[in-house]
């Protein structure tokens, strides 16, 4: 049972049990509400019954050109609602949005490399490994920039994988 | 700002931009020495000395940065056109702002703006200033200018937001909404409308006036293709068909979305409601506020015939059972929740459904039992049982259970669900202890049977079986309470923590963990549990209830202070920087963020920990230097005599208070900061539904915050009245600001006894009474503190009456003195809320009694070396009051040293005999066949025979390192960490009052 809607500045207030799980970053206000400000139709929130929040996405819109794409900045589910594929309903809600109305040509996203668990999701979600990014986490961690093409991007230039790796310097957007 | 370069009030980028770049990489004192330059070369620019200000403010010159914004004001004040430019404005906005002197930034920009009337990029500067302001009417004034100007949409919305905002915040008259909607009517007549957001203002608009069908009207225009999600927009419609009471065309739009989207709980209850034509779901819709999760739903039905009522039902059901068929491959928990919800209706209807409802609960457990979320899913429903029902529904699920044919993690997840479901029907309270105790111990011989499932799992994914650990916590929480064997407590310690010795990730452990600890006074490890949760940003106003109110009745000081320093640092930016977030959503034309914006940024203002830690932290700076009366003068100073704080103690009687903080997370024996079960005795308690705690928290709260804030003014005034106390008492005349402190002293103490519940007399009387014994303390409730505080300013406000000075060490002794017998006679689990009262009444009341009679013997002396003993002081010596004064350190001296020597022979055991004490709390009596201990067998049992094929390398290898007297030493050592912090205090408290008992011996 699941109601998923746009992710207000309330929500912040009732994240708890979500955010408190240690993989979930608890940003400062000015992130999250950066992103409310900035692009509201892509940060979502999704409830159980007595309006408990199962979890979220966060995510953006950016680049230029080919590059023209969105991003998924956070997505996170809590431990009492996993495997029921929330996260992949939320995952889709963004590219359906990047897709849809916002005509991108491909979703990304990062991850720790030795994240092996959402590497998997991702992977089943139809992403692919892109391109390694050296120490993008803290300057100690690698990075992997995943991504999945959109309908735009016909010939799905957008995800032939780079051979080399790169670093956080390299990146076009933060 | 890298964007804004150019010439800036005549001068080249080149020679700004390395300013600019030496303050983003801080090196503020080459900016100041580039900007120096700058200045010789362009003395009469604003924008350079802007550039100044800005470096100053950054170096912590704020005075000198404060001057020079003025003196570039002044320049671009004067007559010379040329110089007015957004750059410079925005550049000393900047400044100012840091500087609290947003009224000046906002002057500048305004005096722009009526220098050159058609500058949209000043007005926008202007708009911007008064969103800071939060000035509504003059940033509608100012937006509507610029679409007069510009004819954008945007500038208008900008507008339309404003008006919605004078109604919401400022409670302006609803007549404005009208003025809006007359507004973008006109605006659409003419250059119809683009962006979506603008859409929704506008629907938005229309629902605040109540006009739905307008609503509807336009959202089934030509406009309502600017909504580019069907589901949406059918949601929109469903909600304004619905609160126009057509509910036959909302019923068809809601089917609609749940053939679109099944699985739509929200959904199908305003479908359900609809149905029933029930409004109450709407009741509140327009109070946003709403962030507690909403437990019972509220029906209504009396306006239904029972006919009406059976085939709305019945049409619900065959929606349900079709949609069903459809999902039937899904696992989609949606269409059988809602077949759950019927029957709950059914229930709340008065249809005699209730075997229906447990027929379809154990339906929907075959189903989902093994999910993490059935318990909370059918919440609920369970609330609507009866409570033999409740009994039934177990016994079912139990009955039913799946153990042969299915996986090992199902039937897990299901056992893990009947005691969820157990724990939140309270059946568990009625069982008897033995069986409690039989049913931990079967949950620890489960969870070690189910290790080896999370053998190859991921460090990082949660592992099977891991609730089990946290129910059995609670079990043995519950054992503890109805025997008072502290052995209980012990095991449940043990439990938990092993439980992260293992997966050192969950959080649930350690909000566990903390409160125990916090009960049994281990306050430094339930400090470290609480810090392990990486509580930050908006999770310290969500989070920190669990841990603050223990510190602040707690000796460690230091801890205490970096978490309302957090705290506070985080509430205060927000509050700073949420205006720019506001003015950013205006930019990017997200108008529904602008009016969430606003309200939210109120909600946290008026949040009631905020309010109450910023009067704490004042406390605590006055607690920690009670010791030396200059020292709390100057943080008096800086508190301006605590004026400011009365002020906000009349404000706070007639603001709302906000709730935001997050009890679900809270263990089930302390369902609020202000609630311990476990202090009390036992009693059958129901926690489903885990009280709504906040509704009764509101007046108390309020109510305590008001009293907090009095006390730094009647500090203040308290410390005045016993300066000249000493000498007034042996001379006739007083002086008249004498007379002006205290009378004002007795009209804030007539105020705090009405905090109180009482008034000035028979606040007097209640402590005259209870030291005299006429009385038991006991009826000081949990106000003790309040109470003991107001005898102490009552006494500095009647100094010269001898029976008040001895009232008071009556009273001081007496209470000090129950707590210590009380102590002596409980065990040792019990012990530490009597040592938190102590903690209390020798850092507040007593600490403040202090600083009084430092005040009195600081103006007795003889304030020069050359004086020598006068007459008048021979007077002073032998005075009533002298003598009181000195009878009262003495009593003082003798009670605190009675709370030393009990500290000292806590200490005094060896921390080995400790350890064995507790340790010995957990060995089980075999002949008594029960009791603590059992649990904790189990578990210590299996870490001897696992092995590491079994459950894998590094479950292994943390079994290995667990060890029980390493978890009890270090509870043990925390418990005396506390006493030592307190011991501290007691002593350097007894110390002043030597010092003072000496220097009084010399007047």
Redesign the interface.
């Known amino acids: 049972?699941?109601?998923?809607?746009r992710f207000?500045?309330?929500d912040?207030?009732?994240f708890?049990?979500v955010?408190?799980?240690?993989?979930t970053e608890?940003?400062?206000?000015?992130f999250?509400?950066?992103y409310?400000?900035?692009w509201?139709d892509y940060f979502h929130v999704s409830?159980?019954?007595?309006?408990?929040v199962m979890g979220y996405i966060m995510g953006k819109v950016e680049g230029q050109g080919e590059s023209w794409h969105g991003h998924v900045t956070a997505v996170t589910v809590s431990?009492?609602?996993?495997?029921?594929q929330l996260a992949k309903k939320l995952m889709n809600l963004l590219e359906d949005?990047s897709d849809?109305?916002d005509k991108g040509y491909f979703v990304d996203l990062f991850v720790r490399a030795s994240?092996?668990?959402a590497i998997k999701m991702y992977e089943k979600l139809g992403y692919i490994i892109y391109r390694r990014v050296l120490r993008y986490y803290s300057g100690e961690e690698d990075g992997l920039d995943m991504r999945k093409a959109l309908s735009r991007d016909v010939e799905k230039k957008s995800v032939i994988p780079l051979k080399r790796p790169i670093t956080p310097d390299e990146l076009e957007y933060d | 700002m890298a964007s804004k370069f150019g010439l800036a009030g005549g001068i080249p980028e080149r020679r700004v931009r390395p300013i600019w770049d030496a303050v983003d990489s801080r090196q503020f004192k080459n900016a100041l020495k580039l900007v120096t330059s700058l200045l010789s070369k362009y003395p009469k620019s604003p924008y350079a000395l802007a550039l100044k200000a800005l470096v100053c403010e950054r170096m912590g010159k704020t005075d000198e940065a404060l001057s020079v914004c003025l003196e570039a004001k002044e320049l671009l004040y004067k007559d010379d056109s040329s110089l007015m430019d957004d750059l410079t404005l925005s550049t000393l906005q900047i400044v100012l702002q840091r500087l609290d002197h947003l009224d000046l930034a906002t002057s500048c920009y305004a005096h722009a703006c009526g220098k050159f009337p058609n500058n949209l990029e000043l007005m926008m500067g202007l708009f911007n200033c008064y969103v800071r302001e939060y000035s509504f009417v003059r940033q509608q004034q100012t937006a509507i200018k610029m679409y007069k100007l510009a004819g954008e949409e945007r500038f208008l919305l900008w507008a339309v937001c404003s008006i919605q905002l004078q109604v919401l915040c400022d409670k302006s008259g609803e007549k404005l909404l009208l003025l809006a909607e007359g507004l973008i009517k006109k605006h659409i007549a003419s250059h119809s409308m683009h962006e979506p957001e603008a859409l929704m203002v506008y629907i938005s608009l229309l629902e605040q006036q109540s006009k739905y069908n307008d609503a509807l009207e336009v959202l089934s225009g030509d406009l309502g293709s600017l909504l580019?999600?069907e589901v949406d927009k059918l949601r929109i419609q469903g909600r304004l068909l619905a609160r126009a009471n057509d509910y036959s065309a909302a019923i068809d739009v809601y089917k609609k979305i749940l053939e679109l989207s099944p699985?739509?709980?929200?959904?199908f209850l305003h479908y359900l409601g609809c149905l029933l034509e029930d409004d109450s779901i709407w009741k509140y819709f327009d109070n946003?506020?709403?962030?507690h999760?909403?437990?019972l739903i509220e029906c209504k039905f009396s306006h239904l015939t029972e006919e009406m009522f059976d085939s709305r039902i019945s049409s619900a059901s065959d929606l349900v059972q079709k949609l069903q068929r459809d999902t039937e491959n899904t696992?989609?928990?949606?269409p059988y929740?809602?077949e759950l919800e019927i029957e709950k209706r059914k229930l709340l209807y008065g249809k005699k459904n209730d075997n229906k409802l447990l027929e379809s609960l154990l339906q929907y457990f075959l189903k989902f039992g093994h999910?993490?979320?059935y318990a909370?899913?059918v919440?609920?429903c369970l609330q609507v049982l009866a409570p033999h029902k409740k009994v039934e529904l177990v016994g079912m699920l139990v009955k039913n259970s799946d153990s042969v044919s299915a996986s090992a993690t199902k039937v897990l997840g299901q056992t893990t669900t009947i005691l969820k479901v157990q724990e939140l029907t309270g059946n568990i309270f009625e069982l008897p202890l033995d069986e409690i105790e039989a049913s931990a111990v079967t949950l620890a011989k489960l969870y070690c049977q189910n290790l080896p499932l999370s053998k190859d799992l991921?460090p990082?994914?949660?592992m099977f079986g891991e609730e089990l650990l946290s129910l059995i916590s609670n079990m043995l929480v519950q054992l503890f309470w109805r025997t008072r064997d502290f052995g209980y407590l012990a095991e449940a310690i043990m439990v938990l923590e092993l439980g992260l010795t293992i997966r050192g990730?969950v959080?649930q452990y350690k909000i566990l963990l903390l409160h125990i600890y916090s009960y049994i006074g281990a306050l430094p490890l339930a400090f470290e549990r609480y810090k392990a949760?990486?509580v930050?940003?908006?999770?310290t106003?969500?989070?920190s209830h669990h841990i603050l109110r223990q510190m602040l009745e707690s000796p460690m000081w230091v801890d205490l202070s970096s978490l309302l320093n957090d705290y506070l640092k985080?509430m205060d930016?927000?509050l700073r920087?949420?205006a720019?977030?506001?003015f950013?959503?205006y930019r990017?034309r997200?108008y529904?963020?602008v009016i969430?914006?606003v309200?939210?940024k109120q909600?946290l203002q008026h949040s009631n920990q905020y309010q109450a830690a910023r009067v704490e932290a004042s406390l605590l700076q006055l607690k920690q230097n009670a010791n030396s009366i200059e020292e709390e003068e100057r943080i008096l100073e800086n508190l301006k005599s605590g004026v400011q704080l009365v002020e906000l103690s009349n404000d706070i009687g007639s603001k709302t208070l906000r709730f935001?903080e997050?009890m679900?997370?809270r263990p089930w024996w302390t369902p609020c900061p202000e609630k311990n079960y476990l202090l009390g005795p036992f009693e059958e308690i129901s926690y489903c539904p885990k009280e709504n705690v906040n509704q009764d928290r509101e007046e108390n709260v309020k109510r305590a915050i008001q009293k907090k804030c009095l006390l730094p003014r009647i500090i203040y005034l308290s410390i005045q009245c016993s300066s000249t106390a000493l000498k007034e008492s042996v001379e006739t005349n007083g002086s008249g600001s004498d007379l002006k402190i205290c009378g004002e002293l007795k009209l804030l103490l007539e105020e705090y006894a009405k905090l109180l519940g009482s008034s000035l007399s028979d606040a007097v009387d209640m402590i005259t009474q209870i030291s005299q014994g006429a009385r038991s303390s006991e009826s000081l409730g949990s106000d003790l503190m309040d109470w003991l505080n107001f005898a102490v300013f009552w006494n500095a406000w009647s100094l010269s009456s001898h029976e008040h000075w001895h009232m008071l060490d009556l009273l001081f002794e007496k209470l000090i003195q129950e707590r210590i017998r009380s102590i002596g006679s409980s065990k040792m689990s019990s012990c530490y809320s009597d040592v938190q009262v102590l903690v209390q009444i020798i850092t507040e009341p007593l600490a403040w009694h202090g600083l009084i009679i430092q005040s009195c013997t600081r103006s007795s002396l003889p304030s020069g070396k050359k004086k020598k003993k006068t007459q008048h002081s021979d007077h002073l010596a032998s005075s009533p009051m002298s003598q009181a004064i000195k009878d009262s350190v003495q009593s003082l001296c003798s009670t605190l040293q009675e709370v030393s020597n009990w500290l000292l022979s806590q200490m005094n055991n060896p921390e080995v005999d400790q350890l064995e004490r507790f340790l010995s709390t957990l060995k089980r009596n075999d002949d008594a066949g029960g009791g603590p201990g059992q649990v904790l067998a189990v578990l210590e049992s299996f870490i001897a025979s696992s092995e590491e094929s079994e459950v894998g390398n590094r479950i292994f290898e943390a079994l290995k390192s667990w060890n029980t007297a390493d978890a009890a030493r270090k509870t043990v050592m925390a418990q005396e960490r506390v006493l030592r912090e307190f011991l501290q205090i007691c002593e350097s408290k007894r110390k002043l009052l030597e010092t003072l008992k000496q220097q009084m011996s010399h007047i």
């Open positions: 049972m699941t109601t998923i809607r207000s500045c309330n912040l207030l009732r708890t049990s955010n408190l799980d240690h993989l608890t940003f400062n206000m000015s999250y509400m950066t409310l400000a900035r509201p409830e159980a019954p007595g309006n408990r431990p009492e609602y996993r495997r029921q949005i849809k109305i994240n092996t668990p | 580019m999600i699985d739509d709980w929200e959904c946003i506020d709403q962030i999760p909403t437990k696992n989609l928990r949606g929740l809602a999910l993490a979320c909370s899913d919440e609920a991921d990082q994914e949660s990730h959080w949760l990486d930050k940003n908006i999770l106003e969500t989070v985080f930016d927000h920087e949420s720019d977030l506001t950013l959503a990017h997200n529904s963020k969430e914006f309200l939210f909600r935001n997050d679900q997370t």
